[in-house]
């Protein structure tokens, strides 16, 4: 599902707002949006996301409205997206192809299961709260991330420097800047800090946790020298080879501005990149059970 779909999700149930979810789940044949194609319909009847346009979109509009009325939890729309086609379900559009949509009413006083299987927004701890981050941080949230800013100092790690961020944590040392979190394999890992020391500090802790992404800031020589000392360390070439360092795509970035939109293109791509190898695992998987 779209991470910005998810967390709109998210945030009607954090405000009580009940809503439908609309979603492909199975097709066969030339539909214009494939399965896991998703709209949302608040009360207000607003969508979010689409199912594929045309008369099949507004069909679903009009099962929503109903569904939001009638509050009944699940119902499932069979459609021929085929002109010569006729009878319950038939739509006169030129695919040709069909598509199961399923609809989920959430009340968001009680959510049920919808909460454990709608994936949430992408995640991205970023630790240092200096220019990088700051510039670095807004670009992520419109690409439908959710931050948390990490720094040893709480004028760097606040509110008011960071108001749109998920979460701002101040730790005594970086030695320490795990304690109060918890990624895991779709986290995004991006080390900022101010300082050689602060760089190596994070990154000898982040490598030991589960991510999708590990970037760092600085040159070729000065991370060459922490890997170096990584290495002494027991560290793996494995294991460094998977940071992405220096951080951001190649764009002959100088300014904060500049570098953090190079690091959210990099983040962008590598999440792409995670989702695609994430959903062919699952194929996988599901072809496995298919076979047993």
Not at 59 to 86: N, W
Not at 192 to 197: D, E, F, Q, S
Not at 236 to 255: D, F
Request: charged share 30%; aromatic share 8%; proline share 3%.
């Amino acid at each position: 599902m779209a991470d910005k779909i998810s967390y709109i999700a998210r945030k009607f149930i954090e405000e009580d707002v009940p809503f439908v979810i609309a979603r492909v789940i199975a097709t066969k044949g030339s539909t214009p949006r494939k399965r896991d194609a998703v709209l949302l319909m608040n009360f207000e009847e607003k969508t979010w996301g689409t199912v594929g346009g045309g008369l099949l979109e507004a069909e679903t509009e009009r099962h929503c409205r109903e569904q939001l009325k009638t509050k009944e939890k699940v119902k499932t729309y069979e459609f021929m997206l085929d002109e010569k086609k006729s009878g319950e379900g038939a739509l006169e559009m030129g695919c040709g192809g069909d598509a199961t949509i399923r609809i989920e009413y959430v009340d968001p006083k009680n959510p049920g299961s919808f909460v454990e299987n709608f994936k949430g927004t992408s995640r991205a701890y970023i630790f240092g709260g200096g220019h990088v981050a700051q510039a670095l941080d807004p670009v992520l949230r419109h690409v439908d991330f959710e931050t948390t800013i990490i720094d040893d100092r709480k004028e760097y790690a606040n509110a008011t420097r960071f108001p749109h961020a998920r979460e701002c944590i101040v730790c005594d040392d970086f030695d320490n800047c795990f304690n109060n979190i918890e990624p895991d394999e779709d986290s995004f890992l991006i080390i900022v800090t101010r300082g050689h020391k602060g760089d190596l500090q994070v990154l000898r802790q982040a490598l030991r946790k589960p991510h999708a992404y590990l970037g760092m800031i600085g040159s070729r020589r000065k991370n060459a020298l922490l890997f170096e000392q990584l290495k002494k360390e027991g560290f793996t070439e494995e294991e460094l080879e998977g940071v992405y360092t220096p951080i951001g795509l190649e764009i002959k970035s100088e300014t904060p501005e500049e570098i953090g939109v190079s690091i959210a293109a990099e983040i962008i791509k590598v999440r792409a990149e995670h989702n695609e190898s994430a959903a062919a695992e699952k194929h996988a998987e599901t072809l496995g059970r298919l076979h047993e």
